[in-house]
């Protein structure tokens, strides 16, 4: 066990709908970062907070966006949802000492798939 | 572009036999290497990691892994597979000055008795 818990495990949803996928991290752990991992694209990095803040962007798109809440727990929200973002959504989060120097600890994935 | 290449997709190995893992990256400077285990159904755990130094790693569950500069690998070892070893395996790098990981594109170990 991790300690970075994500909720729910799987969400079953219809094209054009809007989902939220939740996040929380490790105890102490300021930085959450999100990670979509699926069969044409392997795992690739969406964004990272850093307490509170936007830090870095990757491949996300438009229709997705993410936060990060005073209590330090993350949403990812995927709007216009197309079968191509069917995938495994992984939350990670790390050391609040120094983020860069620290390992990435993953959640165990939101299973979506798009119908 | 930074990159990962994990050039074997999947491994097949008898129980007890070694295990050597490649991995590649290109990038302009040395970044931060990774190797993650991923088991069916479950999120991503760190084996080991190479920030700088001794460029032979240990890792967690018998795991090492070289850093070679020269021929900008990570490859990831093991003497003696156990049959919980089956997994797909990632490596990964961070870039200097990101946190983001950029990972490979995987290998999927499998462990015959």
């Known amino acids: 066990d991790s300690g970075v818990t994500q909720t729910p495990k799987h969400l079953i949803t219809a094209t054009g709908q809007r989902v939220t996928l939740r996040c929380s991290p490790r105890?102490?752990?300021?930085?959450v970062y999100w990670y979509q991992q699926s069969l044409d694209q392997g795992l690739q990095f969406l964004i990272q907070?850093?307490?509170?803040?936007?830090?870095a962007k990757g491949n996300i798109l438009e229709r997705f966006s993410a936060q990060q809440f005073p209590d330090l727990h993350s949403e990812l929200n995927l709007s216009s949802l197309e079968l191509g973002d069917s995938a495994l959504y992984f939350c990670a989060s790390s050391a609040p000492r120094d983020s860069r120097l620290g390992e990435q600890y993953f959640g165990p994935g939101t299973r979506l798939t798009v119908t | 572009a930074q990159s990962v290449t994990q050039p074997d997709i999947h491994i097949t190995v008898s129980e007890g036999a070694s295990l050597e893992l490649r991995c590649n990256y290109s990038y302009g400077a040395t970044p931060y290497l990774f190797w993650y285990v991923q088991s069916p159904g479950q999120g991503l755990q760190l084996l080991l990691k190479?920030?700088?130094?001794?460029?032979l790693v240990q890792g967690i569950k018998g795991f090492e892994a070289e850093f070679k500069r020269s021929q900008s690998s990570f490859n990831l070892r093991k003497p003696s597979v156990h049959w919980s070893d089956a997994a797909e395996y990632f490596c990964a790098v961070a870039p200097y000055n990101t946190d983001k990981l950029i990972f490979g594109t995987g290998t999927r170990l499998q462990v015959f008795p």
């Open positions: 907070y850093y307490n509170g803040e936007e830090r």
């Open positions: 105890s102490g752990d300021l930085s």
């Open positions: 190479y920030f700088s130094g001794d460029t």
